[in-house]
């Protein structure tokens, strides 16, 4: 388990939200019974996921391995047995574990993480805030060959992907390899997998590079890969700015990649993901880069603060600190308010699988130094640039 000093500048609840989120009793219940409520953040604070952990509420460390975030939800069970729910693991891997001991405990568990697995298991009491992997897949490539359409740059033929093997990379990969990229008329001119963290991305770049793809698309997990397949691109005369090149997930946008990989590298570089801050967050965005010396208010700091809000909703819905009735409330809830504000859809459902209804893919582009919604229009701040290619 980590300390509070470890943290830093990546504590993305000194907003006033870390004492909100650790003393969260039901109004009705706070009269009654003043007691702290308990809510867990089960993260990777060590290894290549590390930049997620954020929260300063009831830390459990995952490590860097599914096993490793297993055993972290077992020992949160058995540590801590008043509290009420959960947010975690950010690596879908991790998720499947931890939800494994969560779900049995009937502990509500909420997650931004990808995967179609973690809520495709029939459970009860895990919520999965964003769009799944699989409808992330079919909603990002048609959206790509649209921009190049707009662009004036004609429409994309062939596509390379690389990523690894975690789970929401495999979830994602499987519609486009079964039915997307022939849907759209792509032809996928290499398919490179490996297993993370990656120690050299010599050969699966020489592989992409003889395919002259019309863009690439890259399902890395973590901020480590990801510089090293810029690199390495890089050196091949591979960039954004020569070939659309295209990431999915939160850590495409973390300030500390722009850190490692230079903004020449990642200038113009396209990012799908399940989140982003959009107009209707008012001026949090500019009292979190205040508290926090962070340079922006992305997807890894947008879902812990929203998932701590919709906590605060049920549980003050509830009237209770019970699991079980905490876990009935989050079936329940339709919040078009409050933390619905923090989705670019504007709402807060969560459908009979624990899947959030409605929930919508975002993009993002590397502009001038920095990452910037581009789509959907309700978050949208900027227009897509898609490379002249010659």
Known sequence: MSTPSAFGRRTAIKLGLAGAATVLAPRRARAQNPKEVKIALVVPLSGPWARQGKLKLVLYDTGDSAEKAKNAAQRLIAQEPDVVGGIGCWLSSFTLAATEVTERAELPWLTLSYSDLITGRGFKY?????????????????????????AGSGRPTKVAFVGDNSASSVSFMKPIRDHVAK?????????????PPLADATTLVQKIRSGRPDFIVFQSTNVGDDKLLLDKFAERGITASTIPLV???????????????????????????????????GDLEKRFMAKTNEPWFGHDSIFPYAHVMIFKEALERTASTDRRKLGEMMHKIDLKDGPAKLFPDGRVKYDEVGRRVGAELCIVQWQKGRPV?????????SKAIWPKLS
């Open 247 to 281: 990431g999915g997930g939160g850590h495409w946008t973390v300030p500390e990649l722009l850190k490692v990989a230079g903004k020449e590298h990642l200038e113009g570089m396209i990012v799908g993901l399940a989140n982003w801050p959009g107009k209707a967050v």
């Open 373 to 381: 919604a581009v789509h959907p229009e309700s978050i949208a701040v």
């Open 126 to 150: 895990v919520f999965q805030s964003s769009p799944t992997a699989d409808a992330q897949a079919t909603a990002l490539l048609p959206r790509i060959v649209d921009l190049a359409a707009k």
């Open 183 to 195: 849907d759209l008329g792509l032809t996928i001119v290499a398919d490179e997998v490996y297993t």
